[in-house]
């Protein structure tokens, strides 16, 4: 059984997270398993960002196996015993997060299923937004890329002319999917010529 866990951390751009999961139809055609892992910011910056509250939103949405708080950790997915085979999404990215997956550091559940997924050779993407980056950052970035994360930086692309925020939002959804390797049609490819 195919399993894909979307992290959410308090890192500006809930945005992204909340259009993620809200493809579970999608997602559903490639994992038979979608799990979600909420960190206690995630839940601030939904509300400040979007006036939305995170952990009921994630009630509301069909498809999801189970939704998580980072605390949870007598949760499956705290054992890499029931990881084999998951991919892991964590988007938006927060720069503490990604330092202390970049050190092994698993003291909640977002971070232990992130590095049960990099050991058994799942594939992780990691949507860092924040800018600029210090040089911290970057080295902690670049030791999750060399241990096998995909880094996807919430960077839109403007080559497909968005019109509306939706649609820089899309873009960048649709780049997670992509390396998933997920079918989609939620921006227009470049084109040449």
């Known amino acids: 059984m195919n399993t894909l866990i979307i992290g959410i951390t308090g890192a500006s751009g809930i945005v992204y997270s909340v259009k993620l999961v809200s493809l579970t139809e999608l997602l559903g055609k490639k994992y038979d398993n979608i799990y979600v892992v909420y960190t206690r910011s995630a839940e601030k910056v939904s509300k400040e960002e979007m006036g939305l509250q995170l952990s009921e939103f994630l009630k509301t949405v069909n498809g999801l196996r189970g939704v998580y708080h980072e605390d949870e950790l007598e949760s499956p997915l ?3 015993s029931r990881l084999v085979g998951a991919d892991m999404v964590v988007v938006p990215a927060s720069m503490n997060t990604v330092a202390k ?3 092994g550091i698993q003291d909640n559940l977002l971070l232990r299923a992130a590095i049960s997924v990099l050991r ?3 594939k992780l993407v990691i949507v860092p937004r924040e800018t ?4 911290m950052d970057l080295r902690n970035l670049y030791r999750l890329s060399v241990a096998g ?3 996807l930086p919430a960077s839109p692309g403007f080559y497909h002319r968005p019109r509306n925020m939706e649609d820089i939002v899309f873009f960048v959804v649709g780049k997670i999917l992509d390396s998933l390797g997920i079918e989609h049609n939620l921006y227009l490819r470049w084109k040449t010529g």
Do not use: F, M
Request: charged content about 5%; aromatic content about 0%.
């Open 149 to 151: 994360a995909v880094i």
């Open 132 to 135: 600029p980056l210090s040089p």
């Open 120 to 122: 058994l050779k799942g």
């Open 78 to 80: 705290a054992s890499s």
């Open 101 to 103: 997956l970049a050190a």
